[in-house]
């Protein structure tokens, strides 16, 4: 893992830092499992390891800067919604790459955030087709609000996504930058804020929308 919730001072902390100020207790900030920080690892993403030693997220699947992203942008909400909500790291829920839904409508979230708000970030990296209005649509039924955020070296610009997106609402995307390891988060999507009608969308681009 990159990150970890230090229960020692109540922070997130990044394995890139850890280093320098490698004192406390760290646990996992989705599973809530003790983690060991390995200040000599010299991927950060190796920075944290699950004590029982398994990993709580797949990394089959996902791109090494989509796992990236899913971790500072969590990081980044958890020190949000901790400010915003007066809670410790602990008290906020987020998991990676569950399902919001039922048995009949559902999607994994790349992140979920369900307790103080419900809230899912989509990370978006090279994807081929989002289906973003699909998945607001059905996060809007299930009473989660949405998140887009974009891997700065993906190959399509926050900046761009931002102005496909216009006609739908006015809508900041959150940025990851996976070299640097700095993350923004973007505006909480409401059905207020983004108009799901076919029209709005008729101009977003195939893989937005
Ligand atoms: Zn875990």
Redesign the pocket.
């Known amino acids: 893992m990159l990150v970890a919730v230090n229960t020692t001072t109540d922070t997130v902390v990044t394995g890139a830092l850890v280093a320098a100020t490698a004192s406390g207790q760290y646990e996992?900030l989705?599973?809530e499992?003790p983690l060991v920080a390995d200040t000599a690892a010299e991927d950060p993403l190796e920075a944290f390891t699950?004590a029982n030693g398994t990993d709580?997220l797949h990394n089959d699947n996902a791109s090494r800067a989509h796992r990236i992203g899913e971790e500072l942008i969590s990081r980044e909400l958890c020190q949000w919604l901790s400010h915003w909500f007066g809670l410790s790291p602990q008290e906020v829920t987020v998991a990676a790459e569950k399902h919001v839904g039922t048995d009949a409508t559902w999607m994994i979230a790349d992140v979920r955030v369900s307790d103080p708000i419900q809230l899912a970030v989509e990370v978006v990296y090279l994807s081929s087709s989002l289906n973003l209005r699909e998945r607001l649509a059905l996060l809007f039924d299930q009473e989660y609000t949405g998140m887009v955020v974009v891997v700065a070296n993906g190959g399509v610009s926050p900046m761009r996504i931002e102005r496909h997106l216009s006609s739908v609402g006015a809508i900041q995307v959150g940025t990851v930058d996976p070299d640097r390891f700095e993350a923004s988060i973007g505006s909480v999507l409401t059905p207020d804020h983004v108009d799901l009608s076919p029209d709005a969308w008729q101009p977003v681009p195939a893989y937005l929308a």
């Open positions: 996992c989705f599973c499992t699950h709580c």
